[in-house]
C-alpha cells in the first residue's frame, strides 16, 4: 500500500464551481500535511502547509485534514481557468517528504 | 530574492555519460532534496540533506550522488546515465525539516 494515494483525475469542472480534492495516507503517525500546485512545465507551489488535525483557509482555498480516518482535502471556492493545474497533496514525515501522484484539474471558462 | 535556482533546465545524454545537476538556494535553508517526477508515480525522494556535510538517501538512489559541501548548494549526479533515468528533476529547499518545502522548475532530462 503507498504511503498516500490520489486519485489522478483528470477532474473538469465549470467555472464558478466548489472543487474537492481529497487524498488518504496510511501512517497515523503524521502530523503535517501539505497541498502543492503545478503548472505544466513548472516547479510545485505550495499552497497549504497543516499541523494535525482540523481545517486552514487562506483566501478561496481551504485545507482540511481528518486523522481518525486519514484523509486530507483541498477545497476551492469560486474555481477559475487559472485554477487549472496539478494538485499534488503531501505528508511531511520530518526527514522525508512523501507527495501524491496529483490530480489534473481543468476549470472551464 | 532568486529562491530555488536549477541548472540546466534541459538535457539530452547518452548511456553511459555522466553529469551533475545544479540546485543553488539562496534563502540559508539548511534541508534541501532532490526528487524526480515521473507520469503517474508522482514525487520521488532521491536523496536530502538536514545541512552542510550531512545527506541520506531517499526512496529512489540508486544511480545518483549527492554532497553538501555549502548551505546554499546541492547537487545531483548522474554516475553512468541510463534510459530508466529519463525523467523531471527538481530540487527543494525549507528552512528546516517540518517546515513547507521550495522548489526549483526542475531540470528535464533525457537519456538517449
Known amino acids: 500500500q503507498k504511503e498516500v494515494e490520489q486519485d489522478p483525475g483528470p477532474l473538469s469542472v465549470p467555472e464558478g464551481a466548489i472543487v474537492s480534492l481529497n487524498c488518504t495516507y496510511s501512517?497515523?503517525?503524521?502530523?503535517?500535511f501539505m497541498w502543492y500546485r503545478q503548472y505544466s512545465r513548472k516547479g510545485p507551489e505550495l499552497l497549504m502547509y497543516t499541523y494535525s488535525s482540523g481545517n486552514k483557509e487562506d483566501g478561496r482555498f481551504t485545507a482540511q485534514v481528518d486523522k481518525s480516518s486519514k484523509y486530507i482535502s483541498l477545497f476551492i471556492r469560486d474555481s477559475q481557468p487559472s485554477d487549472s493545474a496539478t494538485y499534488l497533496c503531501?505528508?511531511?514525515?520530518?526527514?522525508?517528504?512523501?507527495f501524491g501522484t496529483g490530480t489534473r484539474l481543468k476549470v472551464l471558462a | 530574492n532568486a529562491g530555488v535556482t536549477q541548472t540546466p533546465k534541459f538535457q539530452v545524454l547518452k548511456t553511459g555519460q555522466s553529469m551533475t545537476l545544479q540546485c543553488a538556494q539562496d534563502?540559508?535553508?539548511?534541508?534541501m532534496s532532490w526528487y524526480r517526477q515521473d507520469p503517474g508515480m508522482g514525487l520521488r525522494l532521491i536523496h536530502y540533506s538536514v545541512g552542510a556535510g550531512i545527506t541520506d538517501q531517499g526512496e529512489v538512489p540508486n544511480g545518483y550522488n549527492v554532497s553538501r559541501s555549502t548551505t546554499e548548494d546541492f547537487p545531483l549526479r548522474l554516475l553512468s546515465a541510463a534510459p530508466s533515468q529519463t525523467s523531471v528533476y527538481f530540487c527543494a529547499s525549507s528552512s528546516y525539516t517540518n517546515q513547507p518545502q521550495h522548489f526549483g522548475d526542475g531540470t528535464r532530462l533525457s537519456i538517449l
Open positions: 503531501g505528508i511531511d514525515g520530518t526527514y522525508k517528504y512523501i
Open positions: 534563502m540559508n535553508h539548511e534541508y
Open positions: 501512517n497515523s503517525a503524521f502530523q503535517y
